[in-house]
């Protein structure tokens, strides 16, 4: 059973920060990529950050770049969004997603998705 547990959302101060983790198990994990997504009210989901299998290559927003860090746990199985210097503007429901090969920065091209966080910045 292919599951992706995300963690760690809540609500935070303008300028702070939170870890977000995504817990996967049920996939192969070799040569996939994973990812962030986020969707505000009433907006599309958006790109944040995906990652490699190595963790080699990472792509992100121009939105979060130089505030947001997205890394691979060892076992490859978890992935990290560590986000720092958050603004209002991040605020959305944080969604992780999983492909089995190649890293992309498009929603349709992830198969298997979480159920999603919830990121709150108040100004």
């Known amino acids: 059973q292919v599951q992706l547990v995300e963690s760690g959302g809540g609500l935070v101060q303008a300028g702070g920060s939170l870890r977000l983790s995504c817990a996967a198990s049920?996939?192969?994990?070799?040569?996939?990529?994973m990812a962030w997504f986020r969707q505000a009210p009433g907006k599309e989901h958006e790109f944040v950050a995906a990652?490699?299998?190595?963790?080699?290559?990472?792509y992100y927003a121009d939105s979060v770049k130089g505030r947001f860090t997205i890394y691979r746990g060892n076992a490859k199985s978890t992935v990290y969004l560590q986000m720092n210097s958050l603004k209002p503007e991040d605020t959305a429901v944080y969604y992780c997603a999983w492909r089995g090969f190649g890293i992309k920065t498009v929603k349709s091209e992830y198969s298997w998705w979480g159920q999603g966080t919830q990121v709150t910045v108040s100004s």
């Open positions: 990652i490699s299998w190595t963790g080699s290559n990472k």
């Open positions: 049920g996939l192969t994990f070799s040569n996939d990529a």
